[in-house]
């Protein structure tokens, strides 16, 4: 059975960094690209970035591109985030996920294009 565990979420001040992990096991995820998304208080879970299966396209959300980095480590089937420059509005649960429809940013981007999911990782922000 599929399973994806992320760790390394935290409290951290702004201005800081965290990274993020998503071991992937269970199946193969060869030709599987990883996104990450995440949910705040009250809000709809959006996309944060998304890699394709041999790293060779990322995407990132506007709020995020210039601080977050996503990377990927085939042969250990993770899944990294590097968050820096923290801001308080970055406060959410993180998820990581997989998916064969990686495409397009369009495809990479959107939630129902992934088959696989994560349970999350809170990530806070403090002023």
């Known amino acids: 059975q599929a399973q994806m565990v992320e760790s390394g979420g935290g409290l951290v001040q702004a201005g800081g960094s965290l990274r993020l992990s998503c071991a992937a096991s269970?199946?193969?995820?060869?030709?599987?690209?990883f996104g990450w998304f995440r949910q705040a208080p009250g809000k709809e879970r959006e996309f944060v970035a998304a890699?394709?299966?041999?790293?060779?396209?990322?995407y990132y959300a506007d709020s995020v591109k210039g601080r977050f980095t996503i990377t990927e480590d085939n042969a250990k089937n993770t899944v990294y985030l590097q968050m820096t420059t923290l801001k308080p509005e970055d406060t959410a649960v993180y998820s990581c996920?997989?998916?064969?429809?990686?495409?397009?940013?369009?495809?990479?981007?959107?939630?129902?294009?992934?088959?696989?999911w994560g349970q999350g990782t809170q990530v806070t922000v403090s002023p």
């Open positions: 890699i394709s299966w041999n790293g060779g396209r990322t």
């Open positions: 269970g199946r193969s995820f060869i030709n599987y690209a």
């Open positions: 996920a997989a998916t064969r429809e990686c495409v397009t940013s369009y495809d990479c981007s959107r939630l129902s294009s992934y088959n696989y």
